[in-house]
């Protein structure tokens, strides 16, 4: 299992922690960021309000309140394997940033629902995000 962030009363949290079923034990994992297998690596945000989506031997994060503070939701990629963190470049109508949404996996798309914007508004919209192509779209429902 995989916690990410979160916050205390001290503010947001930015470390990765990783529990062993097998061994029951935690560990703390690395939140390095990698844009590039040459580039530096950064931090990951501090955030709370974000998802974590299980995807293959990676687990997705998506979206959540940064103090950052983005226009737009982003997917990091966590490699369960490596401990490593990498960007998805999406493409796209990439949703507004948002915290307290919800996102499930259904095959190779991500769903995501509401949450709220960095103004602290309502959100009531659905998107989804093909996890083959890297590509946000708008969800029409009724």
Same mark, same amino acid.
């Given at each position: 299992?995989?916690?990410?962030?979160?916050?205390?009363?001290?503010?947001?949290?930015?470390?990765?922690?990783?529990?062993?079923?097998?061994?029951?034990?935690?560990?703390?994992?690395?939140?390095?960021?990698?844009?590039?297998?040459?580039?530096?690596?950064?931090?990951?945000? +501090?955030?709370? @309000? !974000?998802?974590?989506?299980?995807? %293959?031997? $990676?687990?997705? =994060?998506? /979206? &959540?309140?940064?103090?950052?503070g983005n226009d737009r939701?982003?997917?990091?990629?966590?490699?369960?394997?490596?401990?490593?963190?990498?960007?998805?470049?999406?493409?796209?109508?990439?949703?507004? +940033?948002?915290? @307290? !949404?919800?996102?499930?996996?259904? %095959?190779? $798309?991500?769903? =995501?629902? /509401? &949450?709220?914007?960095?103004?602290?508004?309502?959100?009531?919209?659905?998107?989804?995000?093909?996890?083959?192509?890297?590509?946000?779209?708008?969800?029409?429902?009724?």
């Amino acid at each position: 299992m995989v916690v990410v962030g979160g916050e205390t009363g001290h503010g947001l949290l930015d470390d990765v922690q990783v529990l062993d079923f097998e061994k029951f034990s935690w560990t703390i994992a690395s939140s390095k960021l990698y844009l590039s297998p040459t580039s530096l690596p950064l931090k990951i945000p +501090a955030c709370k @309000g !974000h998802c974590l989506v299980s995807w %293959g031997k $990676k687990a997705l =994060l998506i /979206g &959540g309140r940064t103090d950052q503070g983005n226009d737009r939701v982003s997917v990091l990629a966590f490699d369960t394997e490596t401990e490593c963190w990498s960007l998805i470049e999406a493409k796209g109508e990439i949703p507004v +940033a948002r915290s @307290g !949404h919800t996102v499930i996996r259904a %095959g190779p $798309k991500l769903i =995501l629902f /509401g &949450g709220e914007d960095a103004k602290r508004r309502k959100l009531n919209d659905l998107h989804t995000f093909d996890l083959k192509s890297l590509i946000w779209l708008p969800a029409q429902c009724t």
